[in-house]
């Protein structure tokens, strides 16, 4: 890759480049010609680049050995256990991807503005709200667009990439993550990036930005993790990162600034507007001190597939909580960092595997390496268990559930820090699901509602007997009252089962903290919402929000089908096919807090956390190794309990043992009866339970001061 320029060579080849531009546009014979004589020129450039700066890079490569620099060898550990190039699979030039896109037609173009107003009008749930608190009106702007289509030909169009970035920036000014417009082909599907990573920290001095992970075969003098950025295309980094974050659509600042830094160097053209430059000019300080400079290609590489199909009439499409986004973005990671998952997926995103698998030598071994990552870790404050949740994108929300139960009962016990950083969201049922696991309250999933529209009634009224396989039902009523009663949205119901929400009950009974960041967005927001609201433990967040992204998503392909199924079709169907794989999405419903926020939209707002967490050098280069001790510090102060029961059943008398540790009573029931209600001290205690049946359920609840602190189930 090519090295630091001196000013006067890259004044020359920006010279020599702009000619060759230029040359380019007669013919596509004469393009092809200046293209290689391009690549010569680099390679020539590059060579002489490395020749000159050898004998500096081996002094400084003594120098460091002499020091023995630590944080330098972490690097290159780093470096070395970093996935495969994205070269292995098929990879191109940015200018050369985009020389192939631009088929859309005119009448195709007016087609997806049309659909978009649809969507925007009929079915998007946060419009009011977003038009008052963004002050921004997306469906004037779609109108002007679309009269001043009718004004062109097909000779006078503009260009195509201009119609995307329009109808993008138009999506994106609502701020909402889950409502966008999906670029048709070649676009879909496809990534465009740089060969690193770069994260954010913090130190007494203020704000930095390191490289954090390198793509497997990039190399570049005194680069790699741990290398500070400080300038991007000439712009001081923190600048750049806030001008980029602002053409992105984070629901708070926050968001914005964290979108911001990950699309510097990572975008899914599906969601995303190609960068704008052919290449980026990055000015950091080199692992030995030394500043230095290198100017990197964008390229373009085909990305992992989903999990699902989204447009499918499935239950799992129509309870998706999924900033796509991050979704995108956390396959492409993967794709480029991370192989080894990649390869026990066998390219199935969020696969669930036959047999347990270790990724790393310390995690314990799962059958979902791409969604959790578990491990024992030891902080300042004690030893306590670590469980990463990449993603609740699944298609089997009990089996997510029941995994995340087996690797909690691994992991210690007096202590579990529960960390979805970076977390999109996904399946809405496997976000709450899971909190019933921590807890010994009753889970009251989050209610969410229609705006009130004509079309969201048709939808509604097509599937309230769930002819289909999704149950529109419980928001009928209301929306078919609207028209008399005026009500702008319908009632609140939930989503998830009720039923399913509290059908294990509690199975950890240490002290939980939960992990978040900026990121955090949608069926995850969702999750840290029904966290704090049922008060399940302390929230630490490494920014002062999440990404408040409180909604349920729906295709134009779902909505279009819904309308479709079961046959016969709708004939009068506002929904029409879109051109070349396009899609859009919309959030249909919003998700509404629970508990002491009862009714509190989570769009825009968010889930503050109960403390902050500021990335630090270590934290980036060292495995988390400050948010770990703050986590621990957190959970040293919370009280450790334990509830052991045990039942021992001969003939109809049940024998129950009662052995417990920060709970002064237990209450028993058998088949939600009450049976006996026990004041305990510090020695165990048994119960002789009459007339019992095998197969029954005995519940015990334990209670510390007269609060509900654990509870525990057991079939007899």
């Given at each position: 890759?090519?090295?630091?320029?001196?000013?006067?060579?890259?004044?020359?080849?920006?010279?020599?480049?702009?000619?060759?531009?230029?040359?380019?546009?007669?013919?596509t014979a004469t393009a092809k010609k200046t293209a290689a004589k391009t690549t010569a020129a680099n390679k020539t450039v590059a060579k002489k680049t490395a020749s000159k700066n050898t004998a500096?890079?081996?002094?400084?490569?003594?120098?460091?050995?002499?020091?023995?620099?630590?944080?330098?060898?972490?690097?290159?550990?780093?470096?070395?256990?970093?996935?495969?190039?994205?070269?292995?699979?098929?990879?191109?030039?940015?200018?050369?991807?985009?020389?192939?896109?631009?088929?859309?037609?005119?009448?195709?173009?007016?087609?997806?503005?049309?659909?978009?107003?649809?969507?925007?009008?009929?079915?998007?749930?946060?419009?009011?709200?977003?038009?008052?608190?963004?002050?921004?009106?997306?469906?004037?702007?779609?109108?002007?667009?679309?009269?001043?289509?009718?004004?062109?030909?097909?000779?006078?169009?503009?260009?195509?990439?201009?119609?995307?970035?329009?109808?993008?920036?138009?999506?994106?000014?609502?701020?909402?993550?889950?409502?966008?417009?999906?670029?048709?082909?070649?676009?879909?599907?496809?990534?465009?990036?740089?060969?690193?990573?770069?994260?954010?920290?913090?130190?007494?001095?203020?704000?930095?930005?390191?490289?954090?992970?390198?793509?497997?075969?990039?190399?570049?003098?005194?680069?790699?993790?741990?290398?500070?950025?400080?300038?991007?295309?000439?712009?001081?980094?923190?600048?750049?990162?806030?001008?980029?974050?602002?053409?992105?659509?984070?629901?708070?600042?926050?968001?914005?600034?964290?979108?911001?830094?990950?699309?510097?160097?990572?975008?899914?053209?599906?969601?995303?507007?190609?960068?704008?430059?052919?290449?980026?000019?990055?000015?950091?300080?080199?692992?030995?001190?030394?500043?230095?400079?290198?100017?990197?290609?964008?390229?373009?590489?085909?990305?992992?597939?989903?999990?699902?199909?989204?447009?499918?009439?499935?239950?799992?499409?129509?309870?998706?909580?999924?900033?796509?986004?991050?979704?995108?973005?956390?396959?492409?990671?993967?794709?480029?960092?991370?192989?080894?998952?990649?390869?026990?997926?066998?390219?199935?995103?969020?696969?669930?595997?036959?047999?347990?698998?270790?990724?790393?030598?310390?995690?314990?071994?799962?059958?979902?390496?791409?969604?959790?990552?578990?491990?024992?870790?030891?902080?300042?404050?004690?030893?306590?268990?670590?469980?990463?949740?990449?993603?609740?994108?699944?298609?089997?929300?009990?089996?997510?559930?029941?995994?995340?139960?087996?690797?909690?009962?691994?992991?210690?016990?007096?202590?579990?820090?529960?960390?979805?950083?970076?977390?999109?969201?996904?399946?809405?049922?496997?976000?709450?699901?899971?909190?019933?696991?921590?807890?010994?309250?009753?889970?009251?999933?989050?209610?969410?509602?229609?705006?009130?529209?004509?079309?969201?009634?048709?939808?509604?009224?097509?599937?309230?007997?769930?002819?289909?396989?999704?149950?529109?039902?419980?928001?009928?009523?209301?929306?078919?009252?609207?028209?008399?009663?005026?009500?702008?949205y319908s009632a609140a119901k939930p989503i998830t089962p009720e039923d399913g929400a509290n059908e294990i009950g509690q199975t950890y009974y240490g002290p939980v903290v939960l992990v978040t960041?900026?990121?955090?967005?949608?069926?995850?927001?969702?999750?840290?919402?029904?966290?704090?609201?049922?008060?399940?433990?302390?929230?630490?967040?490494?920014?002062?929000?999440?990404?408040?992204?409180?909604?349920?998503?729906?295709?134009?392909?779902?909505?279009?089908?819904?309308?479709?199924?079961?046959?016969?079709?709708?004939?009068?169907?506002?929904?029409?096919?879109?051109?070349?794989?396009?899609?859009?999405?919309?959030?249909?419903?919003?998700?509404?807090?629970?508990?002491?926020?009862?009714?509190?939209?989570?769009?825009?707002?968010?889930?503050?956390?109960?403390?902050?967490?500021?990335?630090?050098?270590?934290?980036?280069?060292?495995?988390?190794?400050?948010?770990?001790?703050?986590?621990?510090?957190?959970?040293?102060?919370?009280?450790?309990?334990?509830?052991?029961?045990?039942?021992?059943?001969?003939?109809?008398?049940?024998?129950?043992?009662?052995?417990?540790?920060?709970?002064?009573?237990?209450?028993?029931?058998?088949?939600?009866r009450p049976i006996s209600s026990e004041d305990l001290a510090a020695d165990p205690v048994n119960l002789t339970v009459l007339d019992v049946k095998a197969g029954q359920v005995l519940r015990a609840?334990?209670?510390?001061?007269?609060?509900?602190?654990?509870?525990?189930?057991?079939?007899?």
């Open positions: 890759m090519p090295g630091p320029r001196k000013s006067a060579a890259k004044k020359t080849t920006a010279k020599k480049t702009a000619a060759k531009k230029t040359a380019a546009k007669k013919t500096a890079n081996k002094t400084a490569a003594k120098n460091a050995a002499a020091a023995k620099n630590a944080a330098a060898a972490k690097n290159a550990a780093a470096a070395k256990k970093t996935a495969a190039p994205a070269e292995q699979a098929s990879t191109v030039p940015l200018p050369q991807f985009l020389a192939s896109a631009g088929t859309l037609t005119l009448d195709q173009r007016k087609l997806l503005v049309d659909q978009a107003l649809l969507l925007l009008e009929q079915n998007y749930v946060h419009l009011p709200e977003k038009v008052a608190m963004h002050a921004v009106n997306p469906l004037q702007r779609l109108r002007v667009m679309r009269a001043r289509m009718e004004r062109r030909t097909a000779e006078s169009m503009e260009a195509e990439w201009i119609f995307h970035r329009e109808m993008s920036s138009i999506f994106h000014s609502v701020r909402d993550l889950h409502t966008n417009y999906l670029l048709p082909a070649p676009f879909a599907g496809k990534i465009a990036y740089l060969p690193f990573m770069i994260e954010k920290c913090y130190d007494t001095t203020g704000e930095h930005y390191l490289i954090t992970n390198i793509v497997t075969g990039y190399s570049a003098p005194q680069f790699g993790p741990g290398a500070e950025v400080t300038h991007w295309n000439g712009t001081p980094i923190a600048r750049a990162v806030a001008l980029n974050g602002a053409q992105f659509a984070g629901s708070n600042d926050a968001a914005n600034l964290a979108r911001g830094l990950e699309s510097l160097t990572l975008r899914p053209l599906v969601i995303q507007a190609p960068p704008d430059e052919d290449w980026v000019t990055l000015s950091y300080v080199g692992l030995d001190g030394s500043a230095q400079e290198l100017r990197e290609q964008w390229k373009v590489t085909t990305n992992l597939p989903p999990m699902t199909n989204l447009d499918a009439v499935t239950p799992a499409s129509a309870s998706m909580g999924l900033d796509l986004d991050s979704d995108e973005k956390a396959r492409a990671k993967k794709a480029l960092y991370v192989r080894e998952v990649v390869d026990l997926e066998q390219g199935q995103t969020s696969a669930e595997l036959t047999e347990p698998v270790a990724v790393g030598g310390a995690d314990l071994a799962t059958t979902m390496p791409g969604v959790f990552r578990a491990r024992e870790v030891v902080t300042a404050h004690g030893t306590f268990g670590h469980l990463r949740i990449f993603t609740f994108s699944v298609t089997d929300p009990v089996a997510f559930r029941d995994e995340f139960v087996r690797l909690a009962a691994a992991l210690p016990q007096n202590g579990l820090i529960v960390d979805v950083r970076d977390n999109g969201g996904g399946h809405i049922y496997a976000s709450e699901f899971t909190l019933q696991t921590m807890t010994p309250r009753h889970i009251s999933p989050e209610p969410v509602q229609f705006i009130s529209t004509p079309l969201n009634l048709r939808l509604c009224r097509r599937h309230k007997d769930n002819p289909a396989g999704i149950d529109l039902g419980p928001w009928f009523d209301s929306l078919d009252l609207a028209t008399e009663t005026g009500a702008a960041d900026a990121r955090v967005y949608s069926a995850t927001d969702i999750f840290a919402a029904g966290f704090a609201d049922h008060q399940i433990g302390k929230i630490l967040g490494v920014d002062d929000n999440t990404g408040a992204g409180g909604a349920n998503v729906w295709t134009h392909g779902l909505l279009a089908t819904l309308l479709n199924e079961p046959p016969p079709p709708d004939p009068t169907s506002p929904y029409e096919a879109l051109p070349n794989g396009a899609n859009m999405r919309v959030a249909i419903r919003r998700t509404l807090r629970v508990g002491e926020l009862s009714g509190t939209p989570v769009e825009d707002l968010g889930v503050r956390p109960d403390a902050t967490h500021k990335m630090t050098r270590a934290d980036l280069l060292e495995g988390n190794v400050d948010l770990l001790d703050a986590a621990g510090a957190l959970l040293t102060a919370m009280p450790v309990r334990r509830l052991g029961v045990t039942v021992s059943l001969a003939g109809t008398t049940l024998t129950v043992g009662l052995d417990v540790d920060g709970i002064d009573r237990v209450d028993v029931y058998l088949d939600d609840d334990g209670y510390s001061g007269g609060e509900l602190v654990a509870s525990r189930r057991l079939t007899v």
